[in-house]
């Protein structure tokens, strides 16, 4: 999933759900959700009133789950997804896609709970538990844009990781990019119309970071060393959630099960290495020398609930997705040419071309590249030639299929 935000967005549109009187479409920066009206029948949001998008995953914290009759007081959880009953998740009602939760935007005064200190947020004093002590301690003023996430409370779902996905490692710094691939949705215009793109279809696994570099960042670092014809060649192995925090797999025994090892071992033989270390030492004498090369890969068939026609007796696959030399990204030509190289996968390519919206939309849904009998995940678009903008970064994007979204049972290792 991208960077967790709770932002504030302004309304652009309310209508009546076309199959449900007590239900409205409130429409908002290319989502859609669905709110239930007032119990006089008029729509609780009108056009310009500023929202709180809470996003799928979110986890809700219970003040916020009584205030929008989301909670069961005779089971004590919420009424949402999770064992809390407080996980957001997309949904379908009457037959309306609706990805998310509002929640109205005002002036929220915080209240200290003087019993145990615990701060809490309500939108009037009458909401405050009349047999507790409370006490008024500031106001806070939102504005629209505004990630407002940590001011609610609200927390992004985390699954529990699974041991053979689980090992024993050590601190690298920052040596990854924090790679996260912001929603279509979300920023609707960032793609220009008619330059050319990559789209990939969005494969669902576990990211899996390799990066071979000449020298160890740091002296201690336990990092995997490989003797490539009698010259050093040093690998650093993450996952997409410890790569973020700068962490990498000690090269121990007991992580050569380990998801992310073994998928290293099984793709990248000692001849692959030998190609990329040339590469770098023949860069040495370059302006810019390349003195390490990251492989951002996706590791799938029996790692999460998607298989892809993996058996459970048969091994992972790997596939490539970017590549990044130091801290640039290669445009997806240079890509194609390692992946050609070194006889490593890519991603599925589903396009290259022109864009536009429509072949987005066409190619977000259907059936896997890999087996007809999978949902598509959806598809990742990129320019060609690599380029940035200023409200997102690095120009990627992402468009997810319905269908996946609505899978019962889905899980989201990172």
């Not at 409370?153 to 699954?159: A, D, L, M």
């Not at 073994?262 to 302006?287: D, P, Q």
């Not at 903008?389 to 899978?407: H, P, Q």
Request: aromatic share 12%; hydrophobic share 35%.
């Amino acid at each position: 999933m991208a960077n967790f935000e709770c932002k504030v967005y302004r309304v652009e549109s309310v209508t009546d759900h076309p199959d449900a009187d007590r239900l409205s479409l409130v429409k908002f920066k290319g989502f859609t959700c669905i709110a239930n009206k007032l119990e006089d029948g008029s729509h609780r949001y009108q056009e310009d009133d500023l929202v709180v998008y809470i996003p799928e995953q979110a986890l809700l914290p219970q003040w916020m789950m009584v205030k929008l009759g989301l909670w069961d007081e005779e089971r004590l959880k919420g009424k949402l997804a999770g064992n809390e009953g407080n996980r957001c998740k997309a949904i379908r009602l009457r037959g309306i896609y609706s990805e998310g939760i509002l929640y109205p935007v005002m002036m929220h005064q915080k209240f200290v709970d003087m019993d145990n200190a615990d701060i809490i947020f309500y939108d009037m004093l009458s909401y405050a538990d009349p047999k507790r002590e409370y006490k008024v301690d500031t106001w806070t003023e939102v504005h629209e844009g505004d990630n407002v996430a940590e001011l609610l409370g609200i927390t992004k779902y985390e699954p529990p990781i699974p041991q053979h996905m689980a090992g024993e490692c050590f601190g690298a710094g920052d040596i990854f990019f924090h790679y996260d691939i912001e929603s279509i949705m979300k920023y609707p215009n960032i793609l220009i119309e008619g330059e050319k793109v990559r789209i990939t279809e969005k494969i669902h696994g576990t990211q899996t970071r390799i990066q071979f570099s000449l020298h160890k960042h740091n002296e201690n670092d336990e990092c995997f060393e490989e003797d490539i014809y009698g010259a050093k060649l040093y690998v650093y192995i993450a996952s997409k959630g410890l790569g973020d925090q700068g962490v990498c797999f000690k090269s121990v025994p007991n992580n050569e099960n380990n998801v992310y090892v073994k998928i290293f071992r099984e793709n990248f033989t000692k001849a692959m290495m030998s190609e990329i270390l040339s590469f770098m030492y023949g860069t040495e004498t370059s302006e810019n020398p390349v003195t390490n090369i990251t492989f951002y890969c996706e590791t799938f068939g029996n790692t999460q609930d998607l298989h892809y026609g993996v058996k459970s007796n048969e091994p992972n696959k790997l596939n490539i997705f970017d590549i990044s030399y130091g801290k640039e990204f290669v445009s997806g030509y240079v890509l194609h040419d390692w992946c050609k190289l070194l006889g490593l996968n890519q991603v599925p390519v589903l396009y290259i071309g022109p864009y536009s919206d429509e072949i987005v939309k066409s190619l977000t849904d259907g059936k896997s590249t890999y087996d007809d009998n999978q949902i598509r995940e959806g598809c990742v678009i990129t320019p060609m030639i690599e380029r940035y903008n200023n409200e997102i970064g690095r120009v990627i994007l992402k468009s997810v299929s319905e269908a996946y979204k609505l899978r019962k049972n889905g899980t989201e290792f990172n």
